[in-house]
Each structure stands twice: as C-alpha cells, then as structure tokens.
C-alpha cells in the first residue's frame, strides 16, 4: 500500500484549497485499538479517513500490542463511532471491502464511503485527491464523493464504482 503518496496527495491539495485554512490534517500510523480511540478523544475530528486493508465481514485491520495484524470486529467499530457522533461529519474507509463497516457506522455518523470491493492503491490515491480537493473547495460531501469517483474514471481506471456513499 503507498499509505504515504496518500497522505501527500491529500496535503498537496488541502494546502493549495481556497478554504485550508479551516482543514487541519493529522495523521497517526500503524494504529492499534487504543490509538484510534485515542485519537478520536484527543483530536476531536470532523472527518475520519482510514488507509488500510479490510476484509468484509470480517472487519478492519489495525495492529495488535505486538505489531501484528489485528481484524476490528464491525459492530464494534461502529458502537466507537457511535459514541463520537456529535463530532463526526463523515468516515472515509479507504480500504478494500469496507462498505460492510460503512453500513454499520452510517447509522451513527451522517456521511460514510466505504469501498464494496478490492481498490487498487492508485485508484484508492485519485478517489482520496479528488474528495479532499473538492472539500477544500468549500464543496459538500457529496459532490466531494461524486468528483472522487470521476478523478479515478478521469485516470483511466475502471473502479470508478468501488466507493460506495452512504447517508444517514
């Protein structure tokens, strides 16, 4: 995964919008259990992105206390989520079969895109770019969905259709 091209594309274009100024991008890597909820406690954000690897219905991988591969179980995913809600606008799940978690957490957090098959890094990159772009633009959610899916399409690539948006 080319987690850090990501997270550079996004910066590029957050810092090139015409409202940067009210997008403060943090960034936390390799995380365990207790770093997202962490995060989500100290952080306060807005919107949530996750960059990794899902597998359906067996849930997210994050990293256990030793560094290896830990599945987070859905409902328990999307009963965290719950508990910030008054805080989370959206949840982006940048990951490879997460529309499973996006449908569980959207009952809880207005707008969230999950991915309803495998995305390729490069697809998953132009999705990001687009998105981010057109939230710095001052554009809502949903045009932000919509002109991510185009970016992968305007690129030539076919998974244009591998996020999926869920409203609440």
């Known amino acids: 995964m080319r987690l850090g ?6 910066d590029a274009g957050l810092q090139r919008a015409k409202k940067r100024e ?23 954000p807005q919107i949530v992105h996750f960059s990794g690897h899902g597998s359906g219905d067996d849930g997210l991988a994050l990293e256990d206390e030793t560094g290896n591969v830990r599945l987070v179980d859905t409902d328990a995913l999307a009963k965290l989520f719950e508990l910030f809600a008054s805080d989370i606008e959206c949840v982006v799940l940048n990951a490879c079969y997460s529309e499973v978690q996006a449908n569980a957490i ?3 957090i207005p707008y ?4 309803n098959k495998e995305i390729g890094d ?5 999705f990001a770019t687009g998105f981010y772009n057109a939230l710095g633009a001052g554009e809502s959610v949903e045009f932000a969905y ?20 869920k409203k609440k």
Request: hydrophobic letters at 50%; charged letters at 30%; glycine letters at 4%.
């Open 5 to 10: 091209e990501e997270v550079r594309e996004i």
């Open 22 to 44: 009210l997008f403060d991008l943090k960034q936390r890597w390799a995380v365990r259990v207790l770093e997202v909820y962490q995060s989500l406690l100290d952080l306060k």
């Open 106 to 108: 959207v009952k809880h």
């Open 112 to 115: 969230v895109i999950g991915m």
């Open 122 to 126: 490069k697809a998953a990159i132009k």
């Open 146 to 165: 919509k002109l991510g899916c185009s970016v992968i399409q305007l690129d030539g690539i076919s998974e244009n259709l591998t996020p999926v948006l």
